[in-house]
């Protein structure tokens, strides 16, 4: 679907004047007001904050941000606008990371009306009202995420001061959100290229098929809860989700029930480690405010080397629980949080950071190249 460059920008620009008055409150009474520059329509969900500085587009149809408000600390968003959704021969966006925007809303301190960048096609507030998705702008985001950090992530209210009586509800804690953004069949890429590879989605990013696609595999994308055990593959791949493992349960049952019959390497990425700790064996746990950013510096356990990465996720392993086959792989530097775990004689490995990115650094990509190389 492609939509025509604009050339006229100030035709779509939003004034204050017409942007309506708009609060956010948070599960523990504190408020922010500010004005909605999205869709027009309240909305209720788990408030997080990302520090990245840029990839609002590509955070925005993150899967693993469904049933969240996204606050992004870096103060001017919209700047360079959105790109095209438009689609390869392969069926796999080519600009964003799913089909459309997963976040249930945007909070941001200063919304820019005016864009430019060459890959443009429209405004941040357009694709916000025609997917039906709230921003609001005006929020003085660093003292936001001050209290996240404080408090921990709390559940918030995003509503309108001319419509005081619809108040929604949020419908976050239990909730399966890897069944809601999952695959409901199961989708073939790059068919016939050489070593087939599982791809179990949990709510995958657009960039991991590419990367997968781009060294040559054949993926086989299933549901988050297809048992793909009697199917012929190669190795399998565990992709990023939204929400708590712990609701995953089948997911996890299908892991183990390969591991036990089988040695093909194994691969997974942010609940993808998740679901390969937990099918070992291992405890998981939520974090305080969660890791989402593209600077977050974690070790490979054993060496001196440090990388930068990209991350989005809530939840952790507690290394403490690895069984007695396993080991970390990774550790974040800030807070000695585990970030990748591998079997000591077995090629199954993950890290909770996204090696491929998008947006963000791509210092990890290497993660890919090791599952090829241990296809073969």
Same mark, same amino acid.
């Given at each position: ?78 700047? @360079? ?33 005016? @864009? ?55 419908? @976050? ?36 098929? $590419? ?9 086989? $994308? ?33 892991? $183990? ?22 099918? =070992? ?25 440090? @990388? ?31 970030? =990748? ?36």
């Amino acid at each position: 679907m492609l939509f025509p460059n604009k050339t006229n920008h100030k035709d779509n620009c939003i004034t204050n004047k017409t942007m309506k008055n708009v609060t956010l409150v948070l599960s523990d009474g504190t408020k922010f007001h500010g004005k909605s520059f999205g869709y027009d329509a309240p909305v209720a969900g788990e408030v997080v904050f990302n520090t990245a500085m840029m990839g609002y587009p590509e955070s925005l149809t993150d899967p693993s941000y469904a049933g969240q408000l996204l606050v992004m600390t870096f103060p001017l968003v919209g700047n @360079y606008g959105v790109p095209p959704f438009t689609f390869g021969t392969d069926g796999i966006p080519t600009f964003m990371e799913s089909t459309h925007i997963h976040a249930s809303a945007i909070i941001v301190s200063d919304y820019s009306e005016e @864009y430019s960048h060459w890959n443009a096609c429209e405004s941040l507030a357009d694709w916000l009202k025609r997917e039906h998705v709230p921003g609001v702008t005006g929020i003085d985001t660093r003292q936001l995420t001050k209290v996240l950090r404080e408090h921990g992530v709390m559940m918030g209210k995003i509503l309108f001061d001319d419509a005081p009586d619809s108040i929604p509800e949020a419908d @976050y804690e239990g909730v399966n959100f890897v069944d809601k953004v999952s695959c409901k069949e199961v989708i073939r890429y790059n068919e016939g290229a050489g070593k087939k590879v599982v791809l179990v989605d949990c709510g995958v990013k657009a960039n991991i098929i $590419r990367s997968l696609v781009n060294r040559g595999l054949e993926v086989i $994308r299933v549901p988050w809860n297809y048992d793909y055990t009697s199917m012929d593959f190669d190795g399998l791949f565990l992709a990023n989700g939204p929400g708590d493992p712990d609701v995953c349960e089948e997911a996890v049952c299908i892991i $183990r029930k390969q591991m036990n019959s089988s040695h093909k390497p194994i691969c997974g990425i942010c609940m993808g480690n998740q679901l390969l700790a937990k099918a =070992g064996g291992a405890d998981i746990y939520k974090l305080k405010y969660g890791h989402r950013s593209h600077n977050q510096p974690v070790r490979l356990v054993g060496t001196e080397k440090c @990388y930068i990465t990209s991350q989005n996720h809530g939840y952790a392993v507690d290394a403490k629980t690895l069984g007695s086959d396993w080991e970390e792989l990774f550790v974040n530097m800030n807070d000695g949080s585990n970030e =990748g775990i591998r079997h000591k004689t077995n090629p199954w490995f993950s890290s909770q950071f996204h090696p491929e990115a998008c947006s963000g650094p791509v210092d990890t990509e290497f993660m890919f190249d090791k599952f090829v190389d241990c296809l073969k």
